[in-house]
């Protein structure tokens, strides 16, 4: 694809995400102190599970509508994009809605499946909503990993704590509050719920996804949907890789800037690409309402609210966001989708500032 030349203003988008490109190594193999969320959990859990790769140079892209307006770096490039593979759980979440396969968010996960996970007095009031929206305080362990690695994780895009020093310690074990009551970001429930909806499918989240987002979006053969080595499970007669909603541990979803943006220019149209409806608007909608305990956090995707998030764009936009830094930014004013691969957490409110004003001018 031939990139539009890049005027003053995008060109300085360009410069300024070179200059301030993540820190992360551009190879784990040579140099793997650098590289991952693994490294910050105590052991045994901070080890890999599934493959990594090296990843590219500071890229992205932006779209008004279905026009290209700049784009820099390799945003052709296949890369992991930890943790906006939440957001595409949300998505697959929505295709089981729209096809009735989860017709009430608030139904218990086991009164619908039962005997994988969810059927203990703590864990059997847990709904679909509580695990979409990070409150579900599932208990247990999953792929040899327990969900205490992550009690009082902190990500630098969450609100700061009033006392941030009365916080203990990452993977401190921490007492069980009611689900639905207390929201904690924690990947491993985030791959009880990756498990979950396999099972409601009825086998693997990487076929559903090629069926109903990759194939109608025309998305390249590039991605793929990483699972771990000891990720293997059987649903009816079928056995395949669950696989994670982000590279915690390594796999999750390895994808292109341009594919990114092509997912976020169907959900910026609610829902429909060339004519197809590939995701309901109602889906869509629902995943923007912010939860009433974490209300810059939807149903796995990061909102703006009050401007809390990034201060200098819209209260209305939202995120996918990535560890490393990975962005995927939608602003419905402007009818825009910006994909940030690898930019430094720090820079990305300014990153984004600097977006709006080179499409507004």
């Not at 390799?74 to 759980?89: Q, V």
């Not at 909806?197 to 009825?202: Q, R, V, Y």
């Not at 990487?206 to 979006?217: G, N, R």
């Not at 990034?310 to 209260?315: E, G, H, I, L």
Request: net charge negative; proline share 7%; no cysteine.
């Amino acid at each position: 694809m031939t990139a539009p030349t890049l005027n003053e203003k995008w060109q300085r988008v360009a410069d300024y995400a070179a200059r301030h490109e993540s820190e992360w190594s551009r190879d784990p193999e040579k140099d793997s102190s650098h590289w991952g969320i693994h490294l910050n959990d105590p052991p045994p859990w901070n080890r890999l599970l599934g493959p990594v790769f090296d990843r590219g140079p500071a890229s992205g892209l932006v779209f008004h509508r279905d026009e290209e307006l700049a784009r820099w770096g390799t945003p052709e490039r296949s890369d992991l994009t930890f943790s906006i593979a939440k957001e595409y759980l949300a998505l697959l979440a929505g295709v089981a809605s729209d096809r009735g396969l989860l017709p009430d968010l608030d139904a218990t996960v086991a009164s619908q499946l039962p005997g994988i996970g969810f059927d203990d007095p703590h864990n059997s009031a847990i709904t679909w909503r509580h695990l979409l929206q990070q409150t579900s305080e599932w208990r247990g362990e999953i792929f040899e990993i327990s969900d205490q690695v992550d009690h009082y994780r902190r990500l630098s895009f969450e609100p700061a704590p009033a006392d941030p020093s009365s916080i203990p310690a990452k993977g401190t074990k921490r007492p069980a509050e009611t689900p639905g009551t207390y929201y904690e970001y924690n990947d491993v429930r985030i791959n009880q719920l990756s498990f979950a909806l396999a099972n409601l499918f009825g086998g693997p989240l990487p076929e559903v996804f090629d069926e109903a987002i990759a194939k109608p979006l025309g998305l390249s053969d590039t991605w793929h949907w990483h699972g771990y080595e000891n990720s293997w499970v059987t649903v009816g007669e079928r056995r395949f890789q669950s696989v994670p909603g982000g590279s915690h541990w390594g796999g999750g979803m390895r994808i292109s800037a341009a594919d990114q943006a092509l997912i976020g220019r169907m959900l910026n149209t609610g829902g429909s690409f060339n004519g197809q409806q590939v995701l309901s608007t109602a889906w869509i909608n629902e995943m923007r309402k912010p939860s009433a305990i974490a209300p810059f956090y939807g149903l796995l995707v990061w909102l703006n609210t009050n401007q809390t998030m990034f201060p200098s764009v819209p209260a209305n936009a939202w995120f996918g966001v990535g560890a490393g830094s990975s962005i995927v930014a939608h602003f419905p004013d402007q009818e825009l989708v910006a994909v940030i691969r690898w930019i430094k957490p720090d820079a990305v409110n300014d990153m984004l500032a600097l977006i709006l004003d080179a499409a507004n001018n």
